[in-house]
Structures are given as C-alpha cells and as structure tokens.
C-alpha cells in the first residue's frame, strides 16, 4: 500500500491521527472522530490553529469553558454544507455529539494565538462550480484565504460520478510567489454510497514520486508536493475535504504544462 494512503481504524473515537510527524513534512496535521451520541471529545491547541468540521451530524461546542451552542445540520456530507468553527492556538475546545457525528480536526501552526475562536456558519460558507462537463464539481470554501487564520486553508469538494477533480492536475509545492505557493495537502475521502471507490494520483514532473492509489470511503491521500489529479468512479459520488497549509498562507498553483489544453475546451 501506498505510504500516501492512510486507512482509517474500525469502529468509533479517534479514526484517523495524522501529525506532521507522521506525515514527514512541516505543517499540516489531520484527525478525523467518529462519535456516538453524548461522546465528547477535546483537546487543547497549543501552538496550533484548528478548525473543526462537522462532516455529518450535530454537536454543542465550547472554547475556554464559554458555550457556542449546538452545530452541524447535515446528516451527510453529500447533504448540504457544514458547520464549522475556529479556535486559535493557546485555546481549550470540547464537543459533546448530539447525534452520530464525523467529527474533522484540522491543524496548523499558530505561534501568535492573536486571533478571536468563531463559528463559521453554513450561511456564511462560499459555494461555487469549477470546471465544466465531465469535469464539473462543487467546491464549498469552509476557510479560504480572505478569511482570518494563521496558516490553515480548508475547503471541500463534491465530484459527481464519472467525473474528474483537482484537474487538470496542478501542483502547489514551490514557494515561489506570486506564480505559485508551497503548500502540503491532506484530502479526506467520502463516497456515495459507501461502497464505491475512486482514485488519486500524486505524480512528480520527473516522476521521482509517482502513486496512483485507490480511495475507498473513510481514506485520507497525503500530499507532500506533486500533482494530485482525482476522479470519480461511475455511480458514485466523491467527497474530499482538503486541508492545506505552508510557510505563506495563499493558494497558487502551477497546472501541468502538457495538460493546460484542456482549459481551452
């Protein structure tokens, strides 16, 4: 198996644990909680900004003691947007689920710890279409780089069946602005209906690293550096929630030089 292909562990609690250490670079780490009704969960942040997204499900959230009410309205990812809330480094956070809830922690370093914890409402959430035929998916920006943070960027995809995402494949692995910027990515893996599969690549222009892996739902893909093409096998629909981060917080990626024709179609 792939050394990019995290698995996650059967049943509930904590799923999948992904450190920077583990992943062998400098940034982004990645927990997925999988809770039952009044499981709680909690932590403290340290020298680390997170957001928590619910993925599915609702649960009461507070920061430093201070109550921010019940959140999360979908039962599934595939069913309208999430809640989400922010926390900078220095805080204390706890939920405690309501319902079954999939529970996404996504981390970054946050030194200064000079920014106010918030809800990130789904109204406040931006949507929109990328691409167009069998290239189309939607893109729900959960905390792009207009809105405050440290270091983290997250956002998540939906991609019909059949259909291609992240493409044409692009790259975001040199700091080297403003052509592009240096960012590591974690893209967590959900499909519809559950059974289904998909596939990644995460391929290098001289192939130095080159996997191609498939993603069944729960997988979490790392991506160091590279192109990180995916698509969606027909009948099933593909949910990713990417988390990025870098030494400079702003997306710009490079698209693969051989493939930029298919943006003139």
């Known amino acids: ?98 319902s079954d809830v999939e529970l996404a922690v996504c981390s970054a370093p946050d030194t200064v710890h000079n920014l106010p914890p918030r809800i990130i409402a789904p109204d406040n959430l931006s949507k929109e279409t990328r691409g167009s035929g069998t290239n189309t998916r939607y893109v ?45 990515e974690t893209y967590y893996h959900r499909l519809n209906p559950p059974q289904g599969f998909g596939f990644q690549r995460v391929y290098t222009d001289d192939r130095s690293l080159d996997e191609a892996m498939a993603v069944e739902d729960g997988d979490v893909t790392l991506v160091p550096r590279g192109y990180h093409p995916c698509a969606a096998c027909h009948g099933y629909d593909l949910y990713y929630l990417n988390v990025m981060a870098g030494p400079r917080r702003t997306w710009k990626f490079h698209n693969a030089a051989e493939h930029e024709w298919l943006l003139d179609t």
């Open 140 to 184: 729900t920006n959960i905390l792009p780089e207009d809105q405050p943070a440290q270091s983290l960027l997250v956002v998540e995809v939906i991609t019909p069946g059949g259909h291609t995402s992240s493409y044409p494949p692009h790259k975001h692995d040199q700091d080297n602005l403003p052509h592009e910027s240096r960012l590591e």
């Open 1 to 98: 198996m792939s050394k990019l292909l995290v698995k996650p562990k059967d049943g509930h609690g904590l799923v999948t644990h992904i450190t920077p250490q583990a992943a062998d670079w400098e940034y982004v780490g990645f927990d997925l909680h999988k809770l039952r009704p009044a499981d709680t969960v909690g932590a403290q942040t340290g020298d680390r900004e997170i957001c928590l997204v619910f993925v599915s499900g609702q649960g009461s959230v507070s920061i430093g003691g201070n109550d921010l009410g019940l959140l999360g309205e979908r039962l599934s990812p595939f069913d309208g947007v999430p809640a989400a809330v922010y926390i900078p480094g220095g805080s204390n956070w706890q939920v405690t689920a309501r």
